[in-house]
Structure formats: structure tokens, C-alpha cells
């Protein structure tokens, strides 16, 4: 199996995130990639390659021109204001009634940001750009025949919507990789995360041509908290294609396969010429940032079942923070499809 893969990600570096009751080392740091990294080269699989490099249209495809043109400007709009290294944090956030976009750029984060755990530093564009460039090139493998791809990539991008930003995500890599395969035919989302990717779901929300189905835990106790609900059923001609699965606090392993058939018939029944999975290692039972209660197994179990629908397949990197057991619970995921030694 190929394995799209960049060092860039590496320049996204941030010290800390705003949690709970203060600042925090940040989570998504640099080692969780590493981390897969080695351990996959140690389990055998060595055919990793760059990124191909896309025109700026392409990431237009799901997000805003707006939008991007923030992502692009404002870290050194902030530092030439001598505002501080560690990052771009909004003052204030767009909520309700107060909505509307100030014309100033120093002004507009907490227009487009929807949390204060996802700083902007120095090199987080360009992280975030070779993260969607490598979605890109996992996407054109897919068209040209392999049956599966990995995206080993970070910043992660299920939580990133057409204008908005959090949850650790900037760019929406599986969405983007999704457009990409649209001329193609049909294309299905299936998004494995701890957390529900609002993201995705923001920017195909009103698609029949995209069906989006997130298995993750309840947002009534878990991040983001305002989206997720089984209401969420999509809009205009996408009602009927977003598929919602909460999960209890606990869900253990013959429980989340119950739930993961239920949407494995759903994607049949969608038929999708493609298939795009967003894989977040923090439904494990020792992540520290989940309660679910999968155990290692239940990886090689979930990989099995979907690799059964026989679908193109691509795997995207997204959330997983027990950096200890990332590499050993991605090699799981990978076993069924076929390896380049």
C-alpha cells in the first residue's frame, strides 16, 4: 500500500491550546505522526511517497476564497502587529446575531474559528497545505487503480467547514480528497473519529452526491458539542445522505460492530464509486482525549468489514492521541489490503 506522506507537518508546532481552565501542552503534536511513521516502517511498510503539488482552485472546491485567503494571511498579518509567538487565539467568537465579518484581519479569527484550542503559528498554513495536498494525492492513486491509499498526514481535517476552523483542523482533507473524486462518480465519507466531523458534514450537508455517515461519541458529553445529533439528516436534495451515529460512553467492541454494520448497509445501499474514510484512533480505550472502550482488535475487525464492501478505499489521517499505541492501531486498520514490500 502507498502511504502519502510530507514533513511539512512538521512546522506546525504550537506550544499550547486553551483547555478546560488554562493553557496545555498541545495535543495534536508532531509526534503523533512520527510516531505512525516508524512503527509502520518497522511493521514493513516502506513504499511512502510526497505529495503531489495542486493548484489553489482545488482547495476551492470545499472551502471559501475568504476563508483561505485568512488561513494564508493571517499569521504574519499578527506578527507584524507584534502579537504573540504562540499563536493566533480569537478575542472574541461570531455566535448567533453576532455574525457578521469584520473588514480587518486581525479582527476576523474568531469569525472563522469556532473554538481557542486551535492556534495559528508560523507554520501552520503550509503543514495544513501539504496535509490537503497529500489528500489530493491519495485521491488521484485511487483513480488510477489502487485499491487503497493512506494518508499518514496532520494537521488533521474533519473538523475544518467551508469557512470555519477548529478542533485542530484547517483545511478539510477528506472533503477535499472527496471533491476530488466526484467526477468519478459517487463518493461515500465514513468517518471513524472519536469526534463528530462537523466539518465534512458542513460542507456536504446539502450533496445527494456525497453520502456522510459519522460513528462517534454523543455530542450531548463530547466535543463539538453542537453538532452530531441523529436529527442532522442533510438538506435540500443532500436530505437523506448524512447519518449521524452517537455513541454511549463505554461502547465496547460488539457493540460499535452492531453499529458499524448499520452504516456499512447504508454505504451498499449508496453505492458509491469511492470510498473515503476518516480515521481517528481516539476511539481506543486508552486515548486520552476518549471514553469509548475499543479494544486494539477492534481495529482489524473495523478494517476488515469495510475492506469486505470492496470499494476503492482511502484512509486519512484525522485524531488518535495515545502516541504509543497510533502506530500498532494504523497497522490494524491497513492489514487487509494489500501491502508493497
Known amino acids: 500500500m502507498k502511504i502519502v506522506y510530507s514533513p511539512i507537518h512538521l512546522q506546525h508546532d504550537p506550544p499550547y491550546e486553551f483547555a478546560r481552565d488554562g493553557m496545555y501542552p498541545y495535543s495534536e503534536c508532531p509526534t503523533r505522526i512520527e510516531s505512525i511513521r516508524q512503527n509502520l516502517q518497522?511493521?514493513?511498510?516502506?513504499?511512502?511517497?510526497?505529495?503531489?503539488?495542486?493548484?489553489?482552485?482545488?482547495?476551492?472546491?470545499?472551502?471559501?476564497?475568504?476563508?483561505?485567503?485568512?488561513?494564508?494571511?493571517?499569521?504574519?498579518?499578527?506578527?507584524?502587529?507584534?502579537?504573540?509567538?504562540?499563536?493566533?487565539?480569537?478575542?472574541?467568537?461570531?455566535?448567533?446575531?453576532?455574525?457578521?465579518?469584520?473588514?480587518?484581519?486581525?479582527?476576523?479569527?474568531?469569525?472563522?474559528c469556532f473554538d481557542a484550542q486551535t492556534p495559528i503559528v508560523a507554520g501552520t498554513y503550509q503543514a495544513a497545505l501539504a496535509a490537503a495536498h497529500s489528500a489530493l494525492s491519495g485521491a488521484d492513486l485511487l483513480l488510477a487503480g489502487a485499491p487503497?491509499?493512506?494518508?499518514?498526514?496532520?494537521?488533521?481535517?474533519?473538523?475544518?467547514?467551508?469557512?470555519?476552523?477548529?478542533?485542530?483542523?484547517?483545511?478539510?482533507?477528506?472533503?477535499?480528497?472527496?471533491?476530488?473524486?466526484?467526477?468519478?462518480?459517487?463518493?461515500a465519507v465514513l468517518d471513524i473519529d472519536y469526534h463528530h466531523g462537523n466539518g465534512t458534514q458542513d460542507i456536504f450537508y446539502p450533496s445527494d452526491q456525497v453520502l456522510f455517515i459519522s460513528l462517534h461519541a454523543d455530542p450531548n458529553r463530547a466535543y463539538p458539542f453542537f453538532c452530531g445529533y441523529p436529527a442532522e439528516a442533510g438538506a435540500g436534495a443532500g436530505t437523506g445522505y448524512t447519518h449521524n451515529f452517537p455513541l454511549e460512553a463505554g461502547t465496547n467492541d460488539t457493540e460499535y460492530l452492531e453499529v458499524l454494520a448499520r452504516a456499512l448497509d447504508l454505504i451498499d445501499q449508496f453505492a458509491p464509486t469511492h470510498l473515503v474514510l476518516s480515521v481517528g484512533l481516539d476511539i481506543?480505550?486508552?486515548?486520552?482525549?476518549?471514553?469509548?472502550?475499543?479494544?486494539?482488535?477492534?481495529?482489524?475487525?473495523?478494517a476488515a468489514r469495510i475492506a469486505a464492501l470492496a470499494l476503492p478505499t482511502l484512509l486519512i489521517q484525522e485524531g488518535g492521541y495515545n502516541i504509543d499505541k497510533a502506530g500498532t492501531l494504523v497497522a490494524n486498520l491497513l492489514c487487509p489490503w494489500p501491502n508493497t514490500l
Open 42 to 112: 518497522q511493521s514493513g511498510y516502506t513504499d511512502f511517497i510526497s505529495p503531489n503539488t495542486y493548484p489553489p482552485a482545488c482547495l476551492q472546491t470545499v472551502h471559501d476564497a475568504d476563508y483561505l485567503h485568512f488561513l494564508q494571511h493571517i499569521y504574519p498579518a499578527w506578527r507584524a502587529a507584534d502579537r504573540p509567538t504562540t499563536g493566533v487565539f480569537p478575542e472574541t467568537f461570531a455566535l448567533r446575531d453576532l455574525n457578521t465579518r469584520p473588514d480587518l484581519l486581525l479582527k476576523q479569527p474568531g469569525y472563522y
Open 148 to 187: 487503497a491509499a493512506y494518508v499518514l498526514c496532520r494537521p488533521p481535517g474533519h473538523h475544518a467547514g467551508r469557512a470555519l476552523y477548529g478542533g485542530y483542523s484547517y483545511l478539510n482533507n477528506a472533503a477535499l480528497a472527496a471533491a476530488h473524486l466526484l467526477d468519478h462518480g459517487r463518493v
Open 284 to 302: 481506543y480505550r486508552n486515548d486520552p482525549l476518549g471514553d469509548l472502550d475499543l479494544t486494539q482488535d477492534a481495529f482489524t475487525h473495523i
